[in-house]
């Protein structure tokens, strides 16, 4: 259904009406949630005043250099063929969360202040491996800084605070609350403005626990802080589990960052992750992109026109725990044929990979296809007086699942009654144009527009480039068959000290290869 194509027999729906002739304000529009939020908000909601965005100067691009080249993108496509002058409703603001005052002037700020009714605060720095002193003084100090300015909005009807479903690893089960910090947030934003930086690292690893990295410890003192200006400001706090590409909106499969899952993915089907730490039975904690900003939108709705106020700050678990239960076991055989059917341009190897629950045994198989191979491709790279990378590669694909396995081998219960009653509340007309429940995911066809997206608009590998992709994933086969053939026929030789005895297993072998089309005419034609 189009949003906006209303006769006056088809009325906005509550959602819209709610939105109409608001200004809003948002930190972190730059980022894949924040650029899906902006853009459903200009399709869906496009009766709305104005949307300020927080946005800095990067790379020598202006502010709004960066703005026109964000419009460019595909995921803005249906807004454009809409109206482009809805985009004209877009402002940027030049600042940044970690500046004194958001790094606005006093005429910025004063515009905010009596025209921003809404805020969404996505502003985070998404490194699992930062360190302290960047993580709080990005996720936490930013934080303090946006609610002090919502402070002075006049009309403010909510502030919704993006969080993670991970700021809180020491409870098994996570309830729709906010739970107690160990520190105050004040007093370890406090710590790095006066400790020294080697000091911090010192201390960083003692200070966190029990979290595994400084981005779901920043974010847990982020929560504490929303929660404390609760009596005085309207906002509330949601936190989505892992976020994955769209899965309808604004394209399917959109995505355009390598964070998280995404690379994965992509590392696995160009053959260069072979291995990886994950215990298949645990489930897989994920949501699409587009339906957890939906969520979003739908929480701001309800907690501004709430006529009484609830006692404690409201707090939303934007996941699938229970609803569409799937392993990271089932996950990954799935994947993997997708991955097959729609191979990646440029593979290095068969994409074979597979998950293990022994960390011993994925350190084995890390240094035995990772390693050694990546440090033989780059020596062939230094005879050839090529550029060397596969060191480099395996060094940031290792640096990766370093943080990354520690959500794949553990296992949590996330409450999200909150979430449920949200969609069974909504009315039909905004079910369809804001879903937000999992019921509705085909999942094989969702993870194929995962793959194809990753595909296109990360790698940039257009559909046709397919045909090709798979006549290279077929060499590629052929040559993952024959190394196993010829590694397992190394190993019987040297056990049994016999070449006639690993040579009848050789033979045994061959006529159950035959089976296969692909060996089985390679086969033929060897003979």
Request: glycine fraction near 6%; aromatic fraction near 10%; charged fraction near 25%.
């Amino acid at each position: 259904m189009c949003c906006n194509k209303r006769t006056a027999m088809d009325q906005a729906s509550e959602i819209q009406s709610f939105y109409s002739g608001r200004s809003i304000f948002i930190t972190g529009a730059s980022g894949l949630m924040g650029k899906v939020l902006l853009e459903k908000l200009l399709y869906c909601c496009s009766d709305l005043k104005c949307i300020y965005i927080l946005l800095r100067q990067k790379r020598g691009r202006s502010v709004e250099a960066r703005v026109d080249d964000m419009f460019k993108l595909p995921m803005f496509h249906r807004v454009r063929k809409l109206n482009p002058a809805l985009m004209e409703k877009v402002v940027p603001m030049e600042g940044d969360v970690t500046l004194d005052n958001l790094g606005l002037d006093e005429q910025q700020r004063k515009t905010l202040a009596e025209e921003v009714s809404i805020v969404y605060h996505c502003a985070a720095t998404l490194r699992l491996e930062a360190k302290l002193k960047d993580a709080v003084e990005m996720n936490t100090v930013g934080t303090s800084r946006v609610l002090e300015l919502c402070g002075t909005m006049k009309g403010l009807k909510c502030l919704l605070h993006l969080s993670t479903a991970f700021c809180h690893v020491d409870q098994d089960e996570l309830g729709e609350r906010v739970y107690e910090a160990n520190e105050d947030p004040r007093d370890v934003m406090r710590m790095i403005q006066w400790m020294d930086e080697d000091a911090i690292n010192l201390v960083t690893p003692k200070l966190i626990e029990p979290h595994p990295n400084t981005y779901t410890y920043s974010k847990r003192l982020a929560e504490t802080l929303v929660a404390d200006e609760y009596a005085t400001l309207p906002c509330a706090i949601a936190r989505p589990s892992i976020v994955t590409p769209a899965w309808k909106e604004p394209l399917p499969g959109w995505v355009d960052s390598l964070n998280g899952p995404v690379g994965l993915i992509v590392a696995g089907s160009k053959g260069v992750l072979r291995s990886m730490h994950c215990n298949g039975n645990y489930h897989a904690e994920v949501v699409p992109v587009d339906l957890a900003i939906n969520a979003l939108i739908v929480i701001s709705v309800k907690i501004g026109t709430a006529k009484e106020k609830p006692k404690k700050i409201p707090v939303y678990n934007i996941t699938q725990s229970g609803v569409v239960p799937i392993t990271w076991g089932e996950v990954l055989e799935k994947g993997k044929k997708i991955a097959r059917e729609y191979p990646f341009d440029g593979a290095i190897w068969y994409p074979d990979g597979d998950i293990r629950s022994s960390k011993f045994v994925h350190e084995l198989f890390v240094f035995f296809f990772h390693l050694i191979p990546a440090y033989f491709i780059d020596f062939l790279m230094l005879l050839f007086r090529q550029k060397r990378f596969m060191v480099r590669i395996q060094r940031r694909i290792s640096d990766g699942l370093e943080v990354l396995q520690y959500f794949t081998t553990r296992e949590w219960i996330f409450h999200n009654t909150n979430l449920i009653n949200l969609s069974n509340e909504m009315s039909p007309k905004d079910k369809e144009l804001f879903p937000i429940d999992f019921y509705n995911i085909e999942i094989v066809t969702y993870m194929t527009d995962v793959v194809l997206g990753a595909r296109q608009y990360c790698m940039k590998e257009k559909l046709d480039t397919l045909p090709r992709a798979r006549r290279h994933l077929k060499m590629l086969y052929v040559i993952h068959i024959t190394a196993v053939y010829a590694f397992y026929f190394g190993i019987i030789y040297y056990v049994c000290k016999n070449f006639e005895t690993a040579r009848f297993c050789l033979d045994f072998v061959t006529e159950g290869l035959k089976s296969v089309p692909i060996i089985g005419g390679l086969i033929e034609r060897v003979h």
